[in-house]
């Protein structure tokens, strides 16, 4: 079976509708596929300044989500990045490999360094090269993400294409697994610019009030036309709302449109909001069960860290090797 391996921060606590439909709805089906590693990226999740009590809770409330949306730990290696040591180890041996220019171009980095008030580390810098590790650790064939991921891989597969030309083929390179229709959810006051934890204005968490939730929808911006109309250019924040009406229903955004013909934006919102509301009750249920038994949530963990650990601990050894470390006795 192909390899995949994905990860998302615990800087939230709540996933929100774009991690979701972007990416984990993804790692849920791949299980059915692939050998699959999915991880909470701890790790990274301290590139911002971190609350240690928050830290820990929310990594704790990432991974329950995960099992609570259909991630199963007896199919998948489900772990947190911390637990599997590989992962820093890599991480140097890649920033070592990699150019300050080419770093430098990460856009990613261009944005979230001019929205942070505090002062910018140098491990948001350079965490899309801890990112390139997480993946070439598990000699991954694909990697499911969003959009906003497409240049890290790009990155990825340079360092590996690098470090196999220069010490012996080491590291398989990865393919980015971006399903168009859901690749990148908008922000819903702000549809111009995609929904993310780091900027929490029009966001919708699967872990907040259902209701707020709904009253987030009907108050997303729209156009001033009425028309429902699937028209990213033109009509940006009516087509993120269909878009997502349409992944959570699984009925085709032509179909909708029908529906909604003489209808207006105001129906559509109050309807996506019942959506989303059935849709996240039985998840924040879920979720919930999870973390009333922080033990058992901790073995699972702990399991999944165990497997992770055999497969990093052999690519690891290998690339000590080819670069020249001497081996432990
Ligand atoms: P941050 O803004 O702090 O980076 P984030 O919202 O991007 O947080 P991550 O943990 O960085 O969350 O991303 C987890 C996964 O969710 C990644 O695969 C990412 O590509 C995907 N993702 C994040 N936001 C969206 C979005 N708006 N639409 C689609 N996919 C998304
Ligand atoms: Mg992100």
Same mark, same amino acid.
């Given at each position: 079976r192909p390899r995949?391996?994905?990860?998302?921060? =615990?800087?939230?606590?709540? &996933?929100?509708?774009?991690?979701?439909?972007?990416?984990?709805?993804?790692?849920?089906?791949?299980?059915?596929?692939?050998?699959?590693?999915?991880?909470?990226?701890?790790?990274?999740?301290?590139?911002?300044?971190?609350? =240690?009590?928050?830290?820990?809770?929310?990594?704790?409330?990432?991974?329950?989500? $995960?099992?609570? $949306?259909?991630?199963? =730990?007896?199919?998948?290696?489900? &772990?947190?990045?911390?637990?599997? =040591?590989?992962?820093?180890?890599?991480?140097?041996?890649?920033?070592? $490999?990699?150019? &300050?220019?080419?770093?430098?171009?990460? @856009?990613?980095?261009?944005?979230?360094? @001019?929205?942070?008030?505090?002062?910018?580390?140098?491990? %948001? &810098?350079t965490y899309p090269i801890l990112q390139a590790a997480d993946i %070439?650790?598990?000699?991954?064939?694909h990697v499911p993400v969003g959009e906003d991921q497409r240049q890290h891989l790009e990155l990825t597969r340079d360092l590996a294409q690098r470090f196999n030309t220069r010490y012996g083929k080491t590291f398989r390179l990865p393919e980015p697994y971006i399903v168009k229709d859901t690749a990148k959810i908008y922000d819903l006051q702000d549809p111009t610019s995609k929904m993310s934890k780091s900027v929490p204005a029009g966001v919708v968490e699967l872990l907040e009030d259902p209701k707020r939730s709904a009253k987030k929808i009907r108050s997303a911006v729209t156009d001033t036309g009425r028309e429902i109309v699937y028209d990213p250019e033109n009509k940006a924040g009516v087509s993120n709302l269909l878009v997502i009406y349409s992944a959570l229903t699984g009925r085709s955004v032509e179909s909708l449109v029908a529906d909604y013909d003489g209808k207006g934006y105001g129906d559509l919102k109050k309807d996506l909001g019942e959506v989303f509301t059935d849709f996240v009750t039985p998840v924040r249920a879920r979720v919930a069960e999870y973390l009333d038994d922080t033990a058992e949530l901790d073995k699972v963990l702990a399991r999944g860290a165990e497997r992770a650990r055999s497969v990093a601990a052999k690519t690891l050894s290998r690339t000590y090797d080819r670069i020249g470390f001497l081996p432990t006795g």
């Open positions: 995949v391996l994905s990860g998302i921060q =615990p800087t939230a606590g709540s &996933f929100h509708l774009g991690n979701y439909l972007g990416a984990i709805r993804q790692w849920v089906a791949l299980q059915e596929t692939h050998d699959a590693f999915y991880c909470v990226v701890d790790l990274h999740a301290i590139t911002v300044e971190q609350d =240690p009590k928050v830290l820990r809770q929310n990594t704790r409330v990432s991974a329950a989500q $995960l099992l609570a $949306l259909g991630i199963d =730990p007896d199919r998948s290696a489900l &772990f947190v990045q911390s637990h599997v =040591p590989e992962h820093a180890q890599l991480g140097w041996v890649l920033q070592c $490999l990699t150019g &300050f220019g080419e770093a430098s171009r990460m @856009t990613q980095f261009k944005d979230k360094s @001019t929205r942070q008030e505090a002062g910018v580390g140098v491990g %948001l &810098f %070439l650790l598990y000699q991954a064939h």
